[in-house]
């Protein structure tokens, strides 16, 4: 089992930035930043392989999001800047132990609680 605990969500003006953190109990394959907005399906936003810390991002947030990982402190980072109204929404740390496909959400056993972010124009 791996418990994810997620914090650093809030409430923020466009153009404005947050950093959202996720402690690990456990050893993990790949983790990831998923979101999700009332109305709307769940996506994945940003996955990082532990082993080698390599990103991968959704095309909505390249350029503006940057995931990271503190292997001594097991913790996953989202550093979200020039956030838009559109990045509102329920953001979720996931973890996986098996390769696969970094954003279907299936492929991941483990997830937090949730944080809220909220963005006004």
Same mark, same amino acid.
Do not use: H
């Given at each position: 089992?791996?418990?994810?605990?997620?914090?650093?969500?809030?409430?923020?003006?466009?153009?404005?930035?947050?950093?959202?953190?996720?402690?690990?109990?456990?050893?993990?394959?790949?983790?990831?930043?998923?979101?999700?907005?009332?109305?709307?399906?769940?996506?994945?936003?940003?996955?990082?392989?532990?082993?080698?810390?390599?990103?991968?991002?959704?095309?909505?947030?390249?350029?503006?999001?940057?995931?990271?990982?503190? @292997?001594?402190? @097991?913790?996953?980072?989202?550093?979200?800047?020039?956030?838009?109204?559109?990045?509102?929404?329920?953001?979720?740390?996931?973890?996986?132990?098996?390769?696969? @496909?970094?954003?279907?959400?299936?492929?991941? @056993?483990?997830?937090?609680?949730?944080?809220?972010?909220?963005?006004?124009?």
């Amino acid at each position: 089992q791996v418990q994810l605990v997620e914090s650093g969500g809030g409430s923020v003006q466009a153009g404005g930035s947050l950093r959202l953190s996720c402690a690990a109990s456990g050893p993990t394959y790949k983790m990831a930043w998923f979101r999700q907005a009332p109305g709307k399906e769940r996506e994945g936003v940003a996955a990082i392989y532990t082993a080698t810390s390599r990103p991968v991002y959704a095309d909505s947030v390249k350029g503006r999001f940057t995931i990271s990982r503190d @292997n001594a402190k @097991n913790t996953l980072y989202l550093q979200m800047s020039r956030l838009e109204p559109e990045d509102t929404a329920m953001y979720y740390c996931a973890a996986s132990r098996r390769p696969g @496909n970094v954003f279907s959400s299936s492929d991941y @056993n483990y997830w937090g609680q949730g944080t809220q972010v909220t963005v006004s124009s």
